[in-house]
């Protein structure tokens, strides 16, 4: 006989995972499974989009300086313009990704809800309940 996982999720509440014989966690936060789950997750180019974003923020602070200190020409102020223009399309990129990452976050904690809720009523549907 299975036992429900004494482990709590984020929202405080305890998880509704069921713990298989000789084990203490659930699959989902059992210790051992830390790697695999971490294998398994959604990446969502989320490790590469900040390491392309801090060089992309390095190389347009770089070229500003060269710009407004005469190093590169011509017309540096022209082009340090353009250059600050580009470093704010790239913020308001970076926001606009945040706020996609939260939402897609927020989807998942649904349907990992779901899907807790679909076990505990052995797949049937709950309605008015």
């Not at 060089?55 to 347009?60: C, G, P």
């Not at 606009?96 to 679909?118: F, M, P, S, T």
Request: aromatic content about 6%; hydrophobic content about 30%; some cysteine.
């Amino acid at each position: 006989m299975s036992r429900q996982c004494p482990a709590t999720t984020l929202k405080g509440g305890q998880c509704s995972g069921s713990v298989p014989e000789s084990k203490y966690w659930c699959w989902y936060h059992d210790p051992a499974n830390s790697d695999k789950r971490r294998r398994a997750a959604p990446r969502g180019g989320k490790g590469h989009r900040s390491k392309v974003s801090r060089e992309l923020h390095r190389l347009l602070e770089d070229l500003t300086d060269q710009v407004v200190s005469g190093q590169l020409e011509p017309y540096p102020a022209s082009v340090a313009g353009q250059l600050v223009g580009v470093r704010l399309r790239l913020l308001e990129f970076e926001r606009r990704v945040k706020e996609q990452d939260e939402v897609v976050g927020r989807l998942e904690e649904l349907e990992e809800r779901i899907l807790a809720e679909k076990k505990k009523s052995g797949g049937r549907r709950q309605w008015g309940a």
